[in-house]
C-alpha cells in the first residue's frame, strides 16, 4: 500500500531563506505524488505533482520539487521564503488501493516564516 | 469560475444528533471525494462518486456514515447519531476527470463538526 511520511511537524525559517519541507514515500508501484498547500480556514489548494513526466517539478509560488527514486524522496523547496508561505503543507500520493485517484496524505508540515 | 463549496462552515451537534454535511461541487466535475481531517492530522478519504454513482465507500468509519450523490452534481454526507470521536473537518473535493491516478483535486473549504 502507498504512503507518505513528512518528516517535521513544524518548521521555522527567516524570510528570505531557504524553505525545505521533506516527504518520503512508500510505494510498491511507481507512484505519483503531490504537495497541497493549506491556509488557514480555507481547503487544500495544490502546489504541485509528480506524474512521471520529469523528476524536477516546477509548482506555483515558486515552489518547486524534485523526485528521487533512489531515496523514496520527494521533498519540496523553495529558495526564498516570503511570509505570506506560512502555512501547512502535505505531501500525498495517489494510487492507493481501490480509487485510483484516492489520496493518501502525510500529517503535515507546518511553515512559520518569521522576520 | 465558481470553487467547491460548502456548507455550513462550522456545525455543533449533541452527542446522539443526526448531521447533513452539504458540498457542490465545481459545475461539471465527474469526480466528488470526501475527506475526514482530525486536529493535527492530514486528511482521510471517506469516499469516492463518480457523477451518481459511489463507486468507493472504503473509508467510511462505520454505518453511521452515509454519503449520497442523486443527480451527479451535489453531494451530502450525513453522520447519525453522532459521537464526539466524529469531530473532524470534512473536506470536499472535485475533479473534472473519471478518477485517473494524476488528476488534480480542488478542495472545499471544509465544514467543522465539533460534537459535545
Known amino acids: 500500500a502507498q504512503s507518505v511520511t513528512q518528516l517535521g511537524s513544524h518548521v521555522s525559517v527567516s524570510e528570505g531563506a531557504l524553505v525545505l519541507l521533506r516527504c518520503n514515500y512508500s510505494?510498491?508501484?511507481?507512484?505519483?505524488l503531490f504537495w497541497y498547500v493549506q491556509y488557514p480556514n480555507q481547503g487544500l489548494q495544490l502546489l504541485l505533482k509528480?506524474?512521471?513526466?520529469?523528476?524536477l517539478v516546477k509548482g506555483i509560488n515558486g515552489f518547486e520539487a524534485e523526485f528521487k527514486k533512489s531515496e523514496t524522496s520527494f521533498h519540496l523547496t523553495k529558495p526564498s521564503a516570503h511570509m505570506s508561505d506560512a502555512a501547512e503543507y502535505f505531501c500525498?500520493?495517489?494510487?492507493?488501493?481501490?480509487?485510483?485517484?484516492?489520496?493518501?496524505f502525510g500529517t503535515g508540515t507546518r511553515l512559520q516564516v518569521t522576520l | 469560475g465558481a470553487g467547491v463549496s460548502q456548507s455550513p462552515r462550522y456545525k455543533v451537534a449533541k452527542r446522539g444528533q443526526d448531521v447533513a454535511l452539504r458540498c457542490d461541487p465545481i459545475s461539471g466535475h465527474v469526480s466528488l471525494f470526501w475527506y475526514q481531517q482530525a486536529l493535527g492530522q492530514g486528511p482521510e478519504f471517506l469516499t469516492y462518486f463518480q457523477n451518481e454513482a459511489q463507486l468507493d465507500k472504503s473509508g467510511l468509519p462505520s454505518d453511521r456514515f452515509f454519503a449520497e450523490r442523486p443527480e451527479g452534481s451535489v453531494s451530502t454526507l450525513k453522520i447519525q447519531r453522532t459521537q464526539q470521536e466524529d469531530s473532524a473537518v470534512y473536506l470536499c473535493?472535485?475533479?473534472?476527470?473519471?478518477?485517473?491516478?494524476?488528476?488534480?483535486?480542488?478542495f472545499g473549504p471544509g465544514t467543522r463538526l465539533t460534537v459535545l
Open positions: 473535493a472535485s475533479s473534472p476527470t473519471s478518477g485517473g491516478f494524476t488528476d488534480t483535486q480542488y
Open positions: 509528480y506524474t512521471s513526466a520529469a523528476t
Open positions: 510505494s510498491s508501484v511507481p507512484p505519483y
Open positions: 500525498a500520493v495517489s494510487g492507493a488501493t481501490g480509487t485510483a485517484s484516492k489520496l493518501t
